[in-house]
């Protein structure tokens, strides 16, 4: 059977065509990926007897329109504001401005690292004689050329004061997540060796031996990709690391073919979208708006509950490694963080918690909440300067 | 001949799908636009039973693509059929062809393996294609799908271009394990399968439990519902309930309040893991029963 050709576009009058395509518009504000295909099924929609009912025709269009389930649960509520004027457009908007303006947002914590403002990072803030080694570590930013890389690469993110220095601190962090990429995949391509006879393969070869199949090529189960799902505090106490850390999740994403980012501070939030973004100051910008509040207090155990009750089946696979950005300091029950980190241990192939506080001299992990995680966690490495981030690497290839 | 919406919606019906009214546009949608439709929703929810009812309504065959993680060309498209084409040039050494005639012949149809994809779009009449579980594929087969799903064409390079005899109806459904790339959703048309509403559920019920009575159906349904609102681990779908009213109906209860011991004990059917069992306490049950009643 076949559906009743529609070819009366000419019908439709301009203002209708003219109205369509604001409505396709507004949709595109909203984060609709909606091509000019689409538009013109639109069109035809319009002509075809479904668009006698403004009921038949929103459902229509809903089917048309939406791409994923995101789209899905705003689209009525769009249709509604477009067609027959009811409700608010604007409020849907995706790229506005935060309307909460006491909230910090990860641009503001990025651009006060420059600018050093300890606001409410003193909540459990501990730096043991800071003054004597700023004056050493102090990064020589000034120096050109390529040995800036090397001279960041051993300096304490909170010890990075000069706004170009943070700048190309941010950058190097995101490059590095992006080298990890590469090397990771290349070694995965080359171990393609197993029980199954690849006989296209096997025929090309034979080509040699007179078509006689001596050499026997075989091909195996293709391995699974490493998949990486960060999990980033962006709390208070994190506040020296949370801009640096954001640019390098971002490269991970960007660049890992298969990761997932959460952000947690007293709740969890999925970032993956808003990280999508290729440039990284959208990225941010985006990311700011989904994560309000940061920049408060810690609920690590119930951020991890979120998790493993929300997201854990459908983003870990046997080939995840979780990977914890936090300094272990948490105000909920380190009970129920230990209850949490069991359960997601069972889950995932790897944790990697990585502590900036480790980079920092005499410390020792006695924080409630990180003798609580510690025995679920297969890696506890320092991440205060990009050699400690950079040091992952091996580790995250062997996997 | 051209449906509306409601007829479309009551022959599916007749075939033992109850589908709401936004999927029945979607369907109709389908065969208007020619555009595939993806399907979206949590396991259990009758995302393929979908692609069953439609090729049954339509008297289509259902060709079927199961998708899993390293899904390839010569899975799902094509393959030449290695063995017996070694076997013909070994047949033929001792003969007069000359190379390019037996190049030609064992490039041939003849030889040629047809998987899910080729074939659907080789019927004579048009098929349903399901894309079952596209999520769990690469991405690399999006990017091949994208192309069977535009044109309606297989390109082999020994052959040529297979176009289309028939443009078939394509499903896709996915869970979400993985994040489809925006070019297939723009390609699809969506629509987003949600637990049933009670009322629909004791609909469903009745179409596939045979002996049935409707008001232990909606006694049934309404408990469903209640019980997925609980923090579960694995929420139970609709191919459950429908286990499980089949079940009560075996054991020949009458009144899910009535029978409480009965409701406990056949919850298995339902609750799939150790931790959801733990928590559906004979209290929990009861409590449940006991918004039900």
Not at chain 1, 31 to 46: H, M, P, R, W
Not at chain 1, 157 to 179: G, I, N, Q, T, Y
Not at chain 1, 337 to 353: F, G, P, Q, S, T
């Amino acid at each position: 059977m076949t559906a009743a050709p529609i070819d009366t576009r000419d019908d439709i009058g301009t203002a209708l065509r003219l109205r369509l395509t604001g409505f396709v518009h507004s949709l595109r504000d909203s984060g609709f990926k909606v091509g000019l295909a689409e538009t013109n099924d639109a069109l035809a929609l319009l002509c075809s007897p479904l668009s006698k009912r403004s009921h038949s025709l929103k459902s229509a269009f809903r089917a048309l329109f939406c791409g994923r389930l995101s789209d899905w649960k705003k689209f009525d509520e769009l249709f509604d504001a477009y067609w027959s004027g009811k409700g608010v457009k604007t409020g849907i908007k995706v790229s506005g401005t935060s309307s909460k303006k006491s909230m910090k947002t990860i641009r503001e914590l990025m651009d006060a690292q420059g600018t050093r403002q300890d606001t409410i990072a003193g909540d459990v803030e501990r730096q043991p004689g800071e003054e004597d080694e700023e004056t050493g570590d102090k990064p020589s930013g000034r120096r050109e050329g390529a040995s800036i890389a090397e001279t960041l690469g051993s300096v304490d993110f909170r010890h990075l004061h000069d706004p170009e220095a943070v700048a190309k601190a941010h950058e190097l962090a995101e490059r590095l997540a992006r080298s990890m990429r590469v090397r990771l995949t290349r070694r995965d391509r080359q171990k393609r060796k197993g029980p199954r006879l690849d006989l296209r393969r096997t025929i090309r070869h034979s080509i040699s031996h007179g078509g006689t199949p001596i050499e026997l090529i075989r091909k195996g189960p293709r391995e699974r990709q490493l998949r990486l799902v960060v999990l980033l505090d962006a709390s208070g106490s994190m506040n020296n690391y949370t801009a640096v850390f954001t640019r390098f999740v971002h490269g991970i994403l960007d660049n890992f073919r298969e990761a997932e980012a959460f952000l947690f501070h007293t709740r969890l939030v999925h970032v993956s979208s808003a990280l999508s973004e290729r440039d990284a100051a959208r990225a941010l910008d985006r990311m700011g708006l989904m994560a309000q509040g940061i920049g408060g207090g810690t609920k690590i155990g119930e951020a991890l509950a979120d998790f493993n009750r929300w997201h854990a089946a459908r983003v870990i696979h046997s080939r995840t490694c979780v990977m914890i950005l936090s300094d272990g300091y948490d105000t909920g029950a380190p009970d129920a963080l230990a209850d949490e980190m069991a359960r997601l241990r069972r889950r995932c192939k790897r944790i990697v918690w990585l502590n900036p506080l480790i980079g920092w001299e005499g410390y020792e992990p006695t924080a409630g909440g990180m003798q609580a995680a510690l025995p679920h966690v297969d890696l506890f490495a320092p991440a205060h300067n990009l050699d400690s981030l950079a040091a992952l690497e091996p580790y995250l290839a062997r996997l | 001949m051209s449906k509306t919406k409601e007829q479309l919606a009551k022959a599916l019906v007749e075939t033992g799908y109850v589908a709401d009214e936004g999927l029945a546009t979607a369907l109709l949608l389908t065969e208007m636009l020619n555009r595939p439709l993806l399907l979206e929703g949590e396991a259990g929810v009758g995302k393929t039973e979908v692609a069953k009812a439609l090729a049954k309504l339509e008297g289509a065959d259902l060709i079927r693509l199961q998708c899993y993680e390293g899904l390839d060309r010569s899975d799902a498209i094509y393959e030449w059929n290695y063995q017996r084409q070694l076997l013909a040039i070994k047949a033929r050494e001792g003969s007069d062809d000359d190379a390019e005639t037996v190049e030609e012949a064992v490039f041939s149809e003849k030889y040629l393996l047809e998987r899910p994809l080729l074939a659907a779009i080789r019927q004579i009449t048009p098929p349903v294609l399901l894309i079952d579980e596209v999520d769990r594929a690469d991405e690399e087969f999006e990017a091949f799908l994208l192309e069977i799903l535009s044109d309606y064409q297989v390109s082999i390079p020994e052959l040529g271009t297979v176009e289309a005899t028939s443009i078939p109806r394509v499903i896709l459904t996915s869970n979400g394990t993985r994040e489809l790339s925006d070019a297939l959703r723009r390609r699809c048309l969506y629509h987003y399968v949600d637990y049933p509403s009670a009322d629909r559920e004791a609909r469903i019920l009745l179409s596939r439990v045979p002996g049935l009575d409707t008001a232990l159906a909606l006694q049934i349904a309404e408990l469903m519902g209640k019980l997925r609102k609980e923090d579960l681990t694995k929420v139970p779908g609709v191919a459950e309930t429908i286990d499980w009213a089949a079940a009560l109906v075996g054991l020949g209860a009458k009144n899910l309040p009535e029978s409480r011991e009965l409701v406990y004990d056949t919850l298995v059917c339902v609750l799939k893991t150790r931790e959801d069992q733990a928590r559906v306490t004979q209290e929990v049950t009861d409590r449940l029963l006991g918004k039900v009643a």
